[in-house]
């Protein structure tokens, strides 16, 4: 199993333009996040499904998209990028139905730059 | 105050000690807690969950004080390999299960 992959590892923006980050994960997980992580400030949540078909917001959504194209695949869409959405993002899923615990498991990471 | 706070560090401490990390949480309600750990730059992992009996894992032991609402991971007989950032995570349950991660406290072991 791959677990979560995400793509692409690396990318630089100019402001203004827009990009769809891609994740994936083949754990058959119900619920998948997007998260942003920035220094002093911790994982912040941007927006998770918690099964194919819906989305919700998280703490800071704005100026992102998502779309949960599947089960498997949860994309995330900066249309008009700005510079303070520089930041290292991470997908994550999980399955809260397992009675055992609420582990996340994480992709390794974009880390985006915008100019 | 933050939903969920860490002391950043750094704890830089020699092979073979003993180290502890302490937590807190504003949410009396929180359901559930874990501490991942987080490799420079790379995703985090879970370490281990903490249960309200308390809970250990060969040289980790994590423990939940809810009267205090704080949590605590303790590392016995550091290992270079310990050093690493470690992320306190607090589930607070809800219509989404709303997990708040704390921004992490750097550990370094030195040699």
């Known amino acids: 199993n791959a677990g979560v992959t995400q793509t692409p590892k690396f990318q630089v923006l100019k402001t203004g333009q827009s990009m769809t980050l891609q994740c994936a994960q083949d754990?058959?997980?119900?619920?998948m996040y997007w998260y942003r992580q920035d220094p002093g400030m911790g994982l912040r949540l941007i927006y998770y499904s918690a099964s194919e078909g819906t989305t919700d917001k998280g703490e800071v959504p704005n100026g992102y998209n998502v779309s949960r194209l599947n089960k498997r695949e949860f994309s995330l869409r900066l249309e008009s990028a700005a510079p303070s959405q520089t930041s290292v993002y991470f997908c994550?899923?999980?399955?809260?139905?397992?009675?055992?615990?609420?582990?996340?498991?994480f992709g390794p990471g974009t880390r985006l730059t915008v100019t | 105050r933050k939903e969920v706070e860490q002391d950043p560090g750094p704890f830089n401490v020699p092979e073979g000690a003993t180290v502890a990390f302490n937590c807190t949480y504003s949410?009396?309600?929180?359901?559930?807690f874990f501490w991942y750990r987080q490799d420079c730059r790379k995703e985090p992992k879970l370490l281990m969950s903490v249960y309200s009996s308390g809970n250990e894992d060969g040289r980790f032991t994590a423990q939940l004080n809810r009267a205090s609402q704080y949590i605590s991971l303790l590392i016995r007989d550091s290992k270079l390999s310990d050093s690493a950032t470690y992320l306190c995570?607090?589930?607070?349950?809800?219509?989404?299960?709303?997990?708040?991660f704390g921004t992490g406290t750097k550990l370094q072991v030195i040699p």
């Open positions: 754990m058959n997980h119900n619920s």
């Open positions: 994550a899923s999980s399955d809260p139905d397992r009675p055992s615990s609420y582990e996340q498991y």
């Open positions: 995570v607090v589930n607070e349950g809800g219509g989404y299960q709303k997990v708040t």
């Open positions: 949410n009396s309600a929180s359901q559930s």
